[in-house]
């Protein structure tokens, strides 16, 4: 299972970013895929999750602004950031095969990371 992030960069206070997650390999029809995100010094986090019944959950920090999606025939993953604020600059991962959506220890596999900087 190969996994890659794009889409991050570097955008002022307000604006949006779409990450995108492609995988390859990935065969797992019954379990969890979510974006998790991890800043210098604080423990990583789950950002947003979609579960194999196409449920969403969703950190109490980003509702409202940040929707996760999936393509399906194309296996691609996306994180839509709106109203981006400078607590949300981190380095992001896209993560597969999680079987308890929101913790990250359960996934089997996980991409690079792909930064994420907003300035106020």
């Known amino acids: 299972v190969r996994l890659v992030e794009s ?10 970013l779409r990450l995108s997650c492609a995988g390859s390999g990935y065969t797992y029809t019954r379990y969890c895929m979510g974006w998790f ?9 789950g950002v947003a999750t979609l579960d194999s019944s196409g449920s969403t959950t969703y950190a109490d920090s ?8 999936k393509d399906s025939d194309k296996i691609i993953l996306y994180l839509q950031m ?3 604020q ?3 600059s981190a380095m ?9 959506c929101l913790s990250g220890h359960t996934y089997m596999n ?11």
Not at 8 to 15: D, H, N
Not at 62 to 69: A, M
């Open 62 to 69: 980003v509702k409202g602004r940040f929707t996760i999606s």
């Open 82 to 84: 709106n109203n981006l």
């Open 37 to 45: 995100r991890q800043a210098p010094g604080k423990e990583r986090e």
């Open 7 to 16: 889409g991050g960069g570097s955008v002022e206070a307000g604006g949006s």
């Open 92 to 100: 992001y991962y896209c993560a597969a095969g999680g079987t308890a």
């Open 110 to 120: 996980w991409g690079q990371g792909t930064q994420v900087t907003v300035s106020s």
């Open 86 to 88: 400078p607590e949300d």
